[in-house]
């Protein structure tokens, strides 16, 4: 079955601190993975995408890795600001054209 | 701003009206998505759009219509909805296919269904 699951569901820490978000698949044929912040009341905004040859790939202070042996991804949050706080979705493409979504985490940034 | 637009943000209906969700991008985008987002439940595509033909129709039913009349606006008419049917309704646009494309969405619509 082609699904996505995130870990942890929320997450809260201090302004300042790093942080490392999963994401963990069972999509295949895999194409590629993406993922998007989502902020409270927003629509989703896309933070990185990576194909199967890449392993990570980083946006300021957010760097995903993938391993596509293990299925898996994490996205690294460096030095937290209270902007952070949001919702992470992790979205992966299987085959060319299907987009299987996470549930996301919730990231609460507190000063 | 992503440069795609939806209104209304906050919708409240009743299960017997009839109201139609607007969304429109400013970005030279051929594609279009209707998702619902329920509460902690993943993104739930309903509805794509590729140059203005439905290209995919995810079992959505049929209190839900959606129209394209061009490239750059999409409509969801709704109807005799039901309260399960509360949820945020995202609009999405693309160049052409998501796979190779990022998707860029608007605010959503918070809808409730009393």
């Known amino acids: 079955k082609n699904q996505v699951e995130q870990s942890p569901q929320s997450l809260i820490i201090l302004e300042g601190k790093n942080c490392t978000l999963q994401?963990?698949?069972?999509?295949?044929?895999?194409?590629?993975l993406r993922w998007y912040k989502q902020d409270t009341g927003r629509g989703p905004v896309s933070l990185t995408i990576?194909?199967?040859?890449?392993n990570t790939k980083s946006n300021g202070r957010y760097t995903a890795t993938l391993d596509a042996d293990t299925k898996q991804s994490s996205l690294h949050i460096t030095a937290s600001q209270l902007s952070d706080s949001a919702s992470y979705i992790c979205?992966?493409?299987?085959?060319?054209?299907?987009?299987?979504f996470g549930t996301g985490t919730r990231l609460q940034v507190f000063p | 701003e992503t440069g795609v637009t939806q209104t209304p943000r906050h919708l409240v209906m009743g299960m017997t009206n009839k109201k139609s969700l607007k969304c429109e991008q400013h970005?030279?985008?051929?594609?279009m998505y209707w998702y619902k987002q329920s509460a902690k439940k993943p993104l739930e595509l309903m509805f794509v759009?590729?140059?203005?033909?439905?290209?995919e129709n995810n079992s959505v039913p049929s209190r839900f219509s959606p129209e394209c009349p061009n490239s750059s606006h999409l409509f969801l008419h709704l109807h005799t909805l039901q309260p399960e049917d509360s949820a945020l309704y995202l609009c999405?646009?693309?160049?052409?296919?998501?796979?190779?494309?990022?998707?860029?969405f608007g605010p959503g619509t918070r809808l409730t269904v009393l």
């Open positions: 994401c963990n698949y069972t999509v295949s044929p895999f194409s590629n």
């Open positions: 979205v992966v493409t299987r085959n060319t054209d299907k987009l299987i």
């Open positions: 999405a646009s693309s160049q052409e296919r998501p796979n190779t494309d990022t998707q860029y």
């Open positions: 990576m194909t199967f040859s890449e």
């Open positions: 970005l030279g985008h051929n594609a």
């Open positions: 759009y590729n140059f203005k033909e439905q290209t």
